[in-house]
């Protein structure tokens, strides 16, 4: 089946600096990419849809100045986390949806802000 | 906003039984899909049912979905260790966007 990468898959980061993930679907080209939210024992909550060359969607309560996404490419989306904060902290991840209705989910980054 | 509701919560039965979850949502959907996810890990699809299907087979899963009662269930036969995890239901309802259920955490015993 497809494929989707995250990078990193773990980090550890001071609060106030800017966490940058990288989404990347690796044989197939993504129209959409969504962006997840986890935390610990729940389930994935929606942050934002991005369509490559568009600017991203994103749902309520989530701040686009806070989580700037870039889809840059049919195969690349990025999440950069601004000033992160310890309330940040949790479970990134992204999906990629090519010509079906299926998404295929990445595995996902634990970002702890400290 | 979570629309779909999972249960039960947790689940936890003997290696070669077979784990029932169920699933409820709100809204008319366009399909339902049935995700695993493992400790700490990203999500695995599993099975697609599409509103107008009624029961899907996908090796020892068989996912049934009942429009008129919004719902839908996942069976799995003949549980292995390697099952436990975390099943999540997920409906689109319309561009693509999935709403999550809170999960049903399964634990298989060997």
């Known amino acids: 089946g497809a494929v989707v990468s995250q990078h990193p898959s773990r980090v550890i980061c001071k609060s106030g600096t800017s966490v940058k993930i990288e989404c990347r679907s690796l044989d197939f080209q993504a129209t959409t990419m969504f962006w997840y939210r986890q935390f610990p024992k729940q389930s994935l909550m929606l942050m934002a849809t991005?369509?490559?060359?568009?600017?991203?969607?994103?749902e309520q309560g989530v701040e686009k100045d806070k989580f700037l996404i870039n889809h840059a490419s049919l195969t690349l989306s990025t999440l950069t986390v601004t000033s992160a904060h310890p309330e940040d902290s949790s479970f990134y991840i992204c999906?990629?949806?090519?010509?079906?209705?299926?998404?295929?989910f990445g595995p996902g980054t634990r970002l702890l802000v400290l | 906003s979570q629309q779909g509701e999972e249960d039960p919560q947790a689940l936890s039965i003997q290696e070669g039984e077979n784990a029932t979850m169920n699933c409820s949502y709100k809204?008319?959907?366009?399909?339902l899909q049935w995700y695993r996810q493992n400790s700490g890990r990203g999500l695995v699809h599993l099975i697609l049912i599409r509103s107008n299907e009624r029961e899907k087979h996908s090796g020892r899963l068989r996912v049934t979905l009942d429009t008129s009662k919004k719902s839908s269930s996942l069976l799995i036969t003949a549980s292995r260790a390697a099952d436990t995890a975390s099943y999540f239901c997920?409906?689109?309802?319309?561009?693509?966007?999935?709403?999550w259920g809170a999960g049903t955490k399964l634990i298989i015993k060997p």
């Open positions: 997920a409906t689109d309802k319309s561009n693509y966007q999935l709403i």
């Open positions: 991005s369509n490559e060359g568009s600017k991203a969607t994103y």
């Open positions: 999906s990629a949806r090519g010509n079906t209705e299926t998404q295929y």
């Open positions: 809204t008319s959907i366009n399909n």
